[in-house]
């Protein structure tokens, strides 16, 4: 019998507000473990929460984005819990009434584009931290973390593979970043993911019993730990066996997931609205404000970037991961350059060098203008394609420009015929063997000379020139 997983994934972002969801401590990560507190966050007695604006106006916008409808009422529940990293023994989250409902990410599978819905978009506050040091015969717990405000997304059970789960994941990240509510980074924690799944026979209706894996910190994490799971529960139910109802946890270092804790031990919260906020009401002023402040979303930007500058999707997909990278890539087409040329220096050099030092485009010391400036300078022949990545290398390390360090480097391209002739002569006469097989007929040769101008020119002759006069001595 043939199997296929049904997939919902619930995601949390860490909203990138500069205070609490509920009071107006500091968000900061890494600070002094308890020093960014205070009586409401700490769930002191008496302490009432006020809520943060701008953490309401972030869920918005992340709805307007996500295609969601933006509720006009939407209340607090406290969902009831006890565990040492929640002060209040209550979580301030959303149940009935959230804030945003419905809505879709768009992503690809096999080139076609296909739509994952949503159900609901909710905030929250986070928890605390506990820390479990094994030198000490007791645990401590941060509360710094506790209030910082939290985006719950759920998505219907429409993905039906890990690569979709990870494609969902990839897509909503890239949006969260161009919408600016979220750095994003996973092993941070400021994006986490519960993955929820379970597997039918193919054509079956009905869901199967499903299982949620927690703990996976990366996009690939997610697959691996959704690849282990669907094998799982396969193999039981072909084994004539059942799925228990169970949450696991996902284990980096086995890619297997293990059983934490079944249904039986699940949590009943017992929510109830929180009588010390008032319901919040959104009306379409506030929404069209938020609405004209959204930037063009990365869709529209991919397909912009096929149509007015000719890259491929492939092209136009890696420069509107990233909107500044996206930004950053437009700056310099607007210096004049062909975007095509623009599009393959950033993506062949100098993502490739960014990735490598684990950097992204606002680390970079070359300006716009100075990629354009070097593109240039290749076209106009005063140095050759392959010296410029000698050169790309050198701005990428100082930041200098590109005229600069070509003469100070000494890489102008010799372009004097006089000088390549002179040059070509000592190496035909240095190999008469090779000449005489060249002569023969083995033409192939011609890349040999080539190179070997190349070298005592150290590659700054125009290699242009250097075939054609090869080729008319050769003659
Ligand atoms: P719970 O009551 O356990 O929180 P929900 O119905 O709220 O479950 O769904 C939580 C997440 O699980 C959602 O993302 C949803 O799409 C997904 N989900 C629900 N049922 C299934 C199933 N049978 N298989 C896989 N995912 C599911
Ligand atoms: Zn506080
Ligand atoms: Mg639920």
Redesign the pocket.
Known sequence: MQYEA?????VHAQLSTNTKIFCRCSTNFGSEPNSQTCPVCLGLPGSLPVLNKKAVEFAIKTGLALNSRIASYTRFARKNYFYPDLPKNYQISQYELPICEGGYIEISVDEKPKRINL?RIHLEEDAGKNIHDAKNPFSLVDLNRTGVPLMEI?????IRTPQEASEYMKKLRTILRYIEVCDGNMEQGSLRCDA???VRPVGQKE????V?LKNMNSFKYVEKALEYEIKRQIEILQDGGKIIQETRLFDANSSRTYSMRSKEEAHDYRYFPDPDLVPVIINDEMIQEIMSGLPELPDKKISRFITDYNLTNYDAEILASDKYLAGWFEEVVRCGVNPKTAANWIINELLKFLNEDDKTISDTPIKPQQLANLIRMIEKGVISGKIAKTVFHEMYQTGNEPDAIVTQKGLVQISDTETIQKTIDEILAANPKEVERYKNGETKLLGFFAGQVMKVTKGKANPQMVNEILKKRLS
């Open positions: 049904v997939i919902g994934l619930e159900t759920v998505s219907e059970p429409d929820n799944v379970s869901f199967g019993v499903k949620e």
